[in-house]
């Protein structure tokens, strides 16, 4: 990882910059697709990747012109409403519209695991692409037994309210925070979080490929210790948006920002061996780091400067869910944008894809980030997969990110992963088997590529 310009975020100790990432791959819309075709049938349908108020007609351009492509769109929700002062986001997913399952009458419990711990937290629920009201008879809070389990730890259930109330109602494209939930956990401990809606209820807003199990069980289930009655299981997250933490010290956060790399597709399921699970397992080793959140922004098949309208993971641009879901984050400080090789597979020139990526550290900049770009890792095989005219585009982005200084720091991630006896393709001991999404081992090693010091703009 280069170091840059030093333009540091510090806080009363010793943190504190925080950076969203944008990258992580998922090449849905591609005519050389090598994903399993299981994978394509998540719970996202083909609706729109538009915001609610944006057009619901987005169609993808593949060399569109930067007056009329590259504006951000504003969120559909003054991000300063919902940002609590004091707090820090220690867990995020972005929201996609979907087609996910009926709830009504139901519980539904995700397991999620936070960047950071606390002595409490507060939740924060979206009903984005939601056509209704959602309306919540209660919702519990409790410490998981484990990734991957439907059980709680014993006597640390406790009620979710909302200025006091347990139930609540998020209108269509609404947001609610939380009041504080006192129960305090540590790094490594993941929360399960229960939500029961009231009447009729259809997922629809969420994030289709969580890379972790969410349990259903029959009934009013909040807050039971076993998971014994939850039989229904789905791999999506639904509702739930973020988890922050009080900040006592200001140690700010860091998103990444990118595509299915950086969602995690193809590592672990119930792992939490993401490339961004990685690297705040690094800052937690680092006794100078202080309790840095790393927000985890990553939607399969995203795109810079185009929608992507595949049935398995929906989504708008990353120039146009910038603000949504980067800016709106809580005290996020540092972004680090992963983004590109989806453009560079629909056919998006270099020189378009230079220009999205530069609107998104101008907008970053806007807002006072600290901006890291990160390389696109390689896309080669035996089938074709990347063209010699792609792979020549995807070439000089690298090159222009390696060389331009308009980033305060750069995370090599082609060079961490790629074989060098041909720099074209992943190594195989980093290949999860599709020729495009790292393995395990090729999380670590991106996670690995990041000089912290660089990436925090300190020491």
Known sequence: MERRRGRAFTASLALLSVVAVAGGVTWLASSHSRIP???????????TAAFPGESETLAPSPSPSVSSSLEPTPAPTPAAKLIPAGWNGVWSTSMQDLDGPDVSGRTLRQIVLPTAGGTSFRIRLANTFGTEPLRLSRATAALAVGSGSPDLRSGTARRVTFEGAAEVEIPPGGKVVSDPVELAFRFGQPLAVDLVPQGPATAGSGHSRSIATSYLGEGDMAGQTSGAAFAGTVRSWFWLEGIDVPDPVGAGAISTFGDSITEGMSSTVDGNRRWPDRLSARLRAEPTTGPIGVLNEGIGGNRVVSENLSCASPSASGLRRFEHDVLSRTDVRVVVIALGINDIGSGTPATTVIDGLTVLTD??????????????????CDGGCLTPEKEQQRTLVNDWIRSTDIFDAVVDFDAA?????????????????DDLHPSDAGMQAMADAFDLAALLGIG
């Open 37 to 47: 075709a299981s994978a394509q049938t998540d719970t996202a349908r083909c609706v």
């Open 363 to 380: 907008r970053a900049r806007e807002h006072g980030l600290r901006v890291v770009a990160a390389t696109l890792t390689p896309f080669s």
């Open 417 to 433: 992963v790629r074989d060098p006896a041909d720099p074209q393709r992943m190594l195989a001991a980093y290949d999860s088997g």
